[in-house]
């Protein structure tokens, strides 16, 4: 009887789902009510101290988190520029046969992935270093220009976190395109070529169409990753401080807060802000792209 | 088919990883003292295995001590602090037969253990006994007070009048009561490098004539002169990315931006006013240079101090270190003198950096944690260790003028400068200034090395101006 | 029929001649040099590991390949069998473990839950994929205290179970995967059913082999990821001996001064593991699965 019911096809899917909700229920209730309720205290060492809208009134005036706002809304918008288009490209182009050796090319782009932001951070610095021994400038010496302070200027300061970011990436959103490329049937592309379509054609009616999937995928994992940066930032200016701020992210005035400065209370607050900056422009995006549709085949 | 042998192969080549360390760790039990040796020693460079061994036998767990001892935990973000603990112990118990301590040193990456640490405070469970605290850290640890630590004024009371009383007080909370334990002084000295300044034809003694900033200017100007002003080569670099230029300055004049316990913090002071307008000046007349990376204790403000780019600079006495770990060519080159002040008579000196060590309330024995931290910390047996393996200006004064202390020549922090350290220090006894370290100061600290440091020193900002500014952001936090 | 097209089938190869060949070594150019870009920080990484940390100092990151300057001796420190050497292989086996326990039990259960969200249709799907789609966009940062308390009441602290099971459903794994499978036909689902499988022998022996080009792309991120993550492992250990490799090796970074000489050469040696997944995984990307699996 159990076994019948466990086995029934309406009841299969919960079964397939439990381990989530399961999850769920453990490990992220009681913390995001924590979360949510600590950003309405200060949080003390003696004794919570509930202060009400108070952390969210001060962070609606605060300068300094208006900057990280606008630094990582910008970094995320220059990587889903940067970041989705091209290893679509690369990827289709390395799906072809014209390729050749191409585990190799697979293999070195993807390294990159590998290193930890902590190391490939630390490399990145001192390539962008504003002695005279740091790559970046070296390449300035051999067009004849003087060295030049990169990780000052708020402009050549978000070239090096992109720079990073693309380096770190571009192998990692490939393969996300690669393996969404073989979930297409390689007949259509056939039977499209005997209809006589161009390249270009069958780009666009058919590779991506097919990838949107995949594409929506690598697009809201982008979104969240370029607003919820803070490492790379933390890595290139062997700190949280950078100068004037060109440096600072929404999680590193989180972290500033939170952890330098001890302030749970605001710093929870500062978080929830990410949160649902990220969940607005996300569900835009997933609900514009028809992704909770019931989906048609 | 080929790329199924070549993933056999790289498995292969994984478990032989994997092997080569299951075998060292095999033959661990039976490693000589030479290899410890390197580790307890704080340059990795140097292959001189002077170091003592430490008697623990498992190095992944480093505990120490007597098992049969109450056992405390320690957290510590620098290995070479876990060492030096772990040798105190052995002579705590040798000293203190009926309370032996077995002691588990465990070393967390530096920004993360303060979060963990600060974690468990919080959530009342899961703290070590002992902890070393950065100084920057240490307002947000040290607010816990009586509810997160164990007071320390007891075990450090027999060591308290030797001890810097300025080091002690940086480490106490509001209420007074001391939380934490020093590990140096931090006294800011001016570093020369004499060999430079000597190929220029200026000597020692000019150097030691040098009183006010006026003739540190001049003198430098004389460098300048007699090397022709090169392109790229200054007397000294000034900080956008620190703030020890400033808190000398404070030092100098007896103020204070933080306003200390319970002040307004106050950053439009006449000291920090006179020494921006300064730097400003130096930087136009090509005396000085930013420094590159902001400071002179990174990569690239090491390779400019190798270079010869800069012949001086004023840093606290726990940058000896950095000579020995990442400059050691420069053996024999540098000259450490004090540093030069507005008026005469002034004080002329600060304490900078710095670990404060804590005992949490949630230790088993907060009485034998803190009597054993004040022992390594501020006991003459402790102080020699800490000279001899860390290489810092220790706290307690009476050892500053001892021959077989301060004139040793086994130590090698004492023969790679010209002179001594602690001649120096010695001379400055009473000129050594202190700035407090509370709620407040991460925020002014961000804002000037974020914001007014580079507006005043590389756009070349108003000073009055640029203070006001910081002001302004520093009182929307107070 | 036109070549100029970069995906060009088998087919395009036969008709185009000498304009495929040309096409083909333009395109295999373009991703030399798109690897020689990509290979110079790592380079310069490797080489600098092949010095001593102190010349990584004096020249700074030096693309210097003079190989008399060279030497193995942080290597051969890393691997001599002293104090060191014993810590960083203990990180080393540590990451190993905890990458392969975390790996295997993510993609088993993020498969299943995405199974059930791409192949069925039932009541509250949509609520649950909204909050698996928002569990991805909670910054951990501000999670980390209450959960740091929630495992230790559970006493999970220190040990690796309490470093594991929070992260088991992934989000972005299970939303990967289910964008992977929306895109597979149904039909096989309906003709498995015909053939008398069960619902969990189709999702076991009919969709699983097909969905393995998903389960490759998702082991080598998650074996990155875990091999990579530091936080909160280094929240729930407490115990020196269960450090990881990324743990062990931030402490060699301190405001008191880096140990340049273990950190590069260490760096670069602990890339090996997770390259070698790749290698091994990588495969599955070259013959298209699903094509076989659908005809089949």
Sequence with gaps: ?297 | MKKKILAMLMAAAMGATLLAGCGSSGSSSSSDSSDTASTDDTSKDQDSGDGSTENADDPVVSTYGDDSGTHLELWTFVDVHGAFYGKMVDKWNEANPDRKISLTATTYPYGDMHDKLLMSLQAGTGAPDICDVEVGQFPNVVAGEDNWLYAEDDAVAPYKNDMVASRLETYQGENGKQYGMPFHVGATVMYYNMKALEDAGITQADVDAVVTWDDYAALGKKYLDAIGNPDGKYFTSVDTGGTDWLWLAMSEYGEDWTGGMGGKANVQLESVKKMLKMQQDWLNSGLAEVSPDGHVDLEAGFQNILDGNIVSFPKAMWYMSRFINYMPEEKGNWYIAKCPVFEAGQKCSVGIGGTGTVVTNQSKDPELAADFVAYAKCSPDGEQMIWDDLGFDVCNTSLWTQDDFAHNTSNQYNTFFRNYPYDVLASIKDDIGKISVTKISPTINEQICTTTLNEVLEDGMDVDEALQEAQDAVDLEQ | MDATMPMTNQKAKKVGGTKTVILSVISTAFFVLLCALVVFPVLAGLLASFRPGRELIRKGLALDLNVKTMSLTNYAYILSGNEDSIKYFTWFKNSLILTVVTVLLTLFFCYLIAYGLAMYDFKGKNVLFFIVIATMMVPFEILMLPLYQEIIGMGLIDTTAGVVLPGICSASTIFFFRQYMISLPKELMEAGRIDGASEYGICFKIMLPITKPAFASMAILCSMGSWNNMLWPMLVYRSADKFTLPIGLNTLLTPYGNNYDVLIAGSMFSLIPVFIVFIAFQRYFVDGMTVGAVKG
């Excluded at chain 1, 952390?55 to 809304?73: E, H, Q, T």
């Excluded at chain 1, 929506?216 to 990753?225: D, G, K, P, R």
Aim: proline share 4%; glycine share 8%; net charge positive.
């Design chain 1, 1 to 297: 009887m159990f076994k019948k019911f466990i086995y029934s096809k309406k009841v299969a899917p919960y079964v397939f789902v439990l381990p989530f909700i399961l999850s769920f229920a453990i490990f992220w209730v009681y913390p995001m009510c924590s979360t949510i309720r600590m950003s309405f205290f200060d949080i003390k060492p003696a004794g919570d101290i509930f202060v009400g809208l108070g952390n969210y009134r001060k962070l609606a005036k605060d300068p300094v988190f208006r900057i990280a706002v606008g630094n990582s809304v910008r970094y995320m918008l220059w990587t889903l520029v940067l970041l989705i288009p091209f290893p679509m490209l690369f990827a289709v182009l390395m799906d072809s046969n014209l390729v050749k050796a191409k585990g190799v090319w697979k293999a070195i782009l993807y390294t990159p992935a590998l290193t930890s932001v902590v190391i490939s951070g630390t490399l990145f610095r001192l390539m962008f270093s504003e002695y005279d021994t740091g790559q970046m400038n070296q390449i300035l010496h051999f067009f004849g220009f003087e060295s030049y302070k990169w990780l000052k200027n708020g402009h050549t300061g978000m070239f090096a976190l992109l720079l990073l970011c693309c380096w770190r990436w571009t192998g990692v959103n490939m393969l996300y395109f690669l393996s969404g490329l073989k979930s297409i049937d390689k007949e259509l592309y056939e039977a499209a070529s005997i209809d006589g379509a161009t390249g270009w054609q069958k780009f666009h009616y058919i590779t991506r169409p097919l990838l949107k999937p995949t594409t929506i995928y690598v697009l809201t994992i982008s979104i969240y990753a370029g607003l919820a940066m803070f490492l790379e930032s933390f890595m290139l200016w062997a700190g949280n401080a950078s100068p004037h701020n060109i440096g600072l992210t929404i999680v590193g005035y989180l972290y500033r807060r939170g952890i330098e400065k001890n302030q749970m209370g605001y710093a929870s607050a500062v978080g929830l802000v990410l949160l649902i900056i990220a969940l607005i422009i996300n569900f835009i995006q997933l609900f514009a792209s028809g992704t909770f549709k019931k989906e048609k085949d």
